[in-house]
């Protein structure tokens, strides 16, 4: 939304009976007030409150009957490759893959990380036609520790891959990027998972990589808490979340804080769930309460300090962000956090590019449709492997999927992928 990273922070607004958070942030120059981020509460009351009564926000990802329905066919079939396809975008070469890569292939890995899943890896490849061609360029696995980091990594790698794209093109004397469209990507998706009973507390469930990258949040304090102390504070934490709606009693010293994802800037930030007045010469101490995807409790993490609210200066506004360069490829970046994730994918090392012959189809069997309803392209989930044929071979009979229920899908259409110089980039029998 901002060509420069907005400098954020989060305040809370006391008016005679009532307490108000806000969420603002600096960005080119202007304060912006979130419209996403806000909500009120009685002024006697604990922040708790702010986050209980915050709806989809604080719930997690809620899957509707029919995604659920989805979902169970997806495991049931083992399905890790999917396709995104629109055979109407040739307006633009990155106009549908830009489109995807902002919503659908971000709910689509989010939906992977429902059931017992702690992390998943994925790659992405765009078909690119171009003259009498399809260039196929495929990015490299990335592996995603936490739901929350979805959006940034697909983000980072759309971004190199279309970088790839418009560099191979420049170089190219036969075509340029007039001449070339983008209507399908391939998605190829590994779920990481757990067994249900092992996960109550879970010691491998990671923290946001925006949050591992700050200073303090992801270093313990250095009187750490023991484990039979930390199993008390759970169990409490769990009884009066469970109990009393987020009314902790007074006598429990510790500061607790939740977390919290701006639907408009996509920023996390670190939020008071519980403060504790402080009775000892020793300060409390500081957990971040940490959930998956559907919202349920997996474990707390021990803060090095408290977390306060402060609202960036003008000073700070003005100034110029700090620079990150990639020691290897020199690359700049504006967040750590996508730094990080670049050299994960080792500056792209291990992305390719290959192409497919004018006369050449690709024939995916036993496929799920999946209802434009849940997504804003048509998409696809492949359970076969592909088979590769020459035009003429065979005769595709099409029909309108969207007449098919996805749900009652036992075993799925036929998807060919062909090339540019065919009407269609998606045929079904």
Same mark, same amino acid.
């Given at each position: 939304m901002f060509d420069d990273e907005p400098i954020s922070s989060f305040v809370f607004s006391n008016e005679k009976t009532t307490q108000t958070f806000h969420h603002q942030w600096f960005a080119q120059g202007q304060l912006h007030e979130c419209a996403t981020c806000y909500s009120?509460?009685?002024?006697?009351?604990?922040? @708790?409150?702010?986050?209980?009564?915050?709806g989809e926000a604080s719930q997690g990802l809620q899957l509707t009957k029919q995604q659920q329905a989805v979902l169970d066919i997806i495991e049931a079939r083992q399905i890790e490759t999917f396709f995104f396809c629109d055979e109407s975008s040739k307006d633009k070469l990155d106009h549908f893959v830009g489109e995807t890569c902002a919503r659908g292939v971000p709910e689509l890995l989010r939906w992977m990380f429902q059931?017992?899943?702690?992390?998943?890896? =994925?790659?992405l490849a765009c078909y690119?036609?171009?003259?009498?061609? %399809?260039?196929? =360029?495929?990015s490299g696995s990335l592996r995603v520790d936490h739901h929350f980091d979805v959006d940034e990594c697909v983000g980072v790698v759309y971004e190199?891959?279309?970088?790839?794209?418009?560099?191979?093109?420049?170089?190219?004397?036969?075509?340029?990027?007039?001449?070339?469209?983008? #209507?399908?990507?391939?998605?190829?998706?590994?779920?990481?998972?757990?067994?249900?009973? @092992?996960?109550?507390?879970?010691?491998? =469930?990671?923290?946001?990589?925006?949050?591992?990258?700050?200073?303090?949040?992801?270093?313990?304090?250095?009187?750490?808490t023991s484990e039979a102390e930390l199993a008390s504070l759970r169990s409490a934490y769990l009884k009066h979340f469970r109990e009393c709606n987020g009314y902790f009693p007074p006598n429990m010293r510790v500061n607790l804080y939740g977390l919290q994802q701006c639907k408009t800037t996509k920023e996390l930030y670190v939020v008071p769930y519980h403060v504790s007045e402080t009775l000892q010469q020793l300060p409390n101490k500081n957990f971040l309460i940490l959930n998956n995807i559907m919202g349920q409790f997996r474990r707390l993490h021990?803060?090095?300090?408290?977390?306060?609210? %402060?609202?960036?200066?003008?000073? *700070?506004?003005?100034?110029?962000?700090?620079?990150?360069?990639?020691?290897?490829?020199?690359?700049?970046?504006?967040? @750590?956090?996508?730094?990080h994730i670049h050299q994960k994918l080792r500056c792209g090392q291990d992305f390719s590019v290959d192409s497919m012959h004018a006369d050449i189809v690709e024939i995916y069997e036993q496929c799920l449709p999946i209802?434009?309803?849940?997504?804003?392209?048509?998409?696809?989930?492949? #359970?076969?492997?592909? #088979? %590769?044929?020459?035009?003429?071979?065979?005769?595709?009979?099409?029909?309108?999927?969207? *007449?098919?229920?996805? %749900?009652?899908?036992?075993?799925?259409?036929?998807?060919?992928?062909?090339?540019?110089?065919?009407?269609?980039?998606?045929?079904?029998?």
């Open positions: 009120c509460i009685d002024a006697d009351e604990p922040p @708790s409150q702010h986050w209980l009564r915050g059931n017992s899943t702690v992390a998943v890896e =994925f790659s690119v036609n171009a003259m009498d061609q %399809v260039l196929i =360029f495929q190199m891959l279309m970088q790839r794209i418009e560099n191979y093109l420049n170089c190219s004397s036969e075509y340029g990027m007039a001449e070339c469209s983008i #209507t399908r990507l391939r998605v190829q998706v590994k779920r990481i998972r757990v067994d249900a009973e @092992s996960q109550g507390e879970a010691p491998f =469930f990671a923290l946001p990589l925006q949050l591992q990258q700050e200073e303090g949040l992801a270093t313990p304090a250095a009187s750490s021990e803060l090095s300090t408290p977390v306060k609210s %402060v609202s960036p200066s003008r000073d *700070s506004c003005s100034s110029p962000a700090k620079e990150l360069h990639c020691r290897r490829c020199r690359s700049q970046f504006s967040r @750590s956090s996508k730094l209802s434009r309803s849940v997504f804003q392209y048509a998409c696809y989930g492949i #359970t076969k492997p592909k #088979t %590769v044929m020459r035009k003429g071979q065979f005769v595709p009979i099409e029909c309108d999927w969207r *007449s098919e229920s996805s %749900v009652k899908v036992q075993h799925g259409p036929c998807v060919v992928i062909s090339n540019a110089q065919h009407s269609s980039p998606c045929k079904f029998y």
